[in-house]
Every structure is written in structure tokens, then in C-alpha cells.
């Protein structure tokens, strides 16, 4: 393989693995990074990474997107290397991970965020309409509140809420609306 035959997929991986190394020699961290797998996701819209824990071969795989390694600087894309890391270590350690206290120690020692930065704009935004409530939460998949939010409530208050599709501007409240819209969209959906 030659250089001109490495695509960035390739790059986003070797530099995850030399910036893991550096920190687990910097930090001390205890990876054994024979179990750790890496991979690049396309299709990821939220996170910017994961890690996955394979109980049976007990392999930790860190999973990187790549949209967010093209739109963040390198520093902010090492701190999501650093966070998987920090999960890849708990489930080498302790067979689970999550955000917790554990976590959010391990995190704090290896300079590593908490959370991501957004990467990208969602395709839905699902907005309350009582008066008094500013609840909103961002989709960026028709998942079913998405496509049928008469089915649903307000995750502060309960009432009612309506979505919008970001980039139109058009909304719906019901699962017959998003039909229409969706329909109306055609191809710019």
C-alpha cells in the first residue's frame, strides 16, 4: 500500500492510535491496546464517538465519526479520542462503562470532555408550544416522535409540542402533517 492508496479513514485511525498511545504513556493509563479495535463511522450525525465492548473476546472497539473528525481542529477530535479511551479502559476494567463517577474521574485526569461539541445541524427540531415552556431537543433521524409527535409530550411540562424540519422551516403536529410535509419536500427532504 502507498501512500497515495491511504484514504483519510486510514488517517483518522493512525493518528487515534499514536494519540492513544501518547496517552497512555502520559497518563498512565492501563489499555491493554492488543483488545482495542478501532473503526470510522459515515453514517453517524450526533456522536463523534463510541465505544463498543465485546464481552466474548473481551476486545473494547472505539469507534470514530468521520464528519466530525473533517469539521473539529485536532484538539477538540483528541479529547473524543481521550473519552473513548476513558470508556475502553473501564470496560478492560470493570466490564461496563458509563458517565458516571468512575468515568467522570478517569476523564478529569486525562483532560478528556465529558461531552461533545455538536458536529453537525439536526434535520428536525421539536419545539413545545405552551406558552410558559421553553423545552426543545434536536433529532437528527425521523425517529418516531419525529414522525408522529401528536403521539407524544413535552419532556419538561407534559403539553404538547409541534417539529420542524431545520432546513425547511416547515412544521407539523400530527403524523398525517409530516406526511404532507414530507410529501411537499420531494426530493429536498
Known amino acids: 500500500m502507498t501512500d497515495a492508496d491511504l484514504t483519510i479513514d486510514d488517517e483518522i485511525v493512525a493518528r487515534a492510535r499514536i494519540h492513544a498511545r501518547e496517552v497512555c504513556r502520559e497518563y498512565d493509563l492501563e489499555i491493554d491496546r492488543e483488545a482495542l479495535e478501532w473503526e470510522v463511522s459515515t453514517r453517524a450525525r450526533r456522536r463523534a464517538g463510541a465505544c463498543r465492548w465485546n464481552r466474548s473476546r473481551e476486545v473494547a472497539t472505539i469507534v470514530l465519526t468521520r464528519q466530525a473528525y473533517e469539521r473539529y481542529e485536532w484538539e477538540t477530535f483528541a479529547g473524543v479520542v481521550r473519552h473513548e ?7 478492560q476494567h470493570f466490564g461496563e462503562s458509563g458517565h458516571g463517577t ?38 437528527h433521524r425521523a425517529s418516531k416522535p419525529v414522525k408522529a409527535p401528536d403521539q407524544y409530550r413535552c419532556g419538561q411540562c407534559g403539553h404538547d409540542y409541534e417539529v420542524e424540519h431545520a432546513e425547511s422551516g416547515r412544521t407539523w403536529t400530527s403524523a398525517s402533517e409530516y406526511g404532507g410535509v414530507k410529501a411537499a419536500l420531494g426530493e429536498t427532504w
Open 85 to 91: 479511551l476513558v470508556h475502553a479502559w473501564e470496560f
Open 102 to 139: 468512575r468515568f467522570r474521574e478517569q476523564a478529569t485526569r486525562l483532560e478528556a470532555p465529558r461531552h461533545c461539541e455538536t458536529f453537525s445541524e439536526p434535520r428536525y427540531v421539536l419545539r413545545c408550544l405552551a406558552s410558559a415552556c421553553e423545552w426543545s431537543a434536536r433529532r
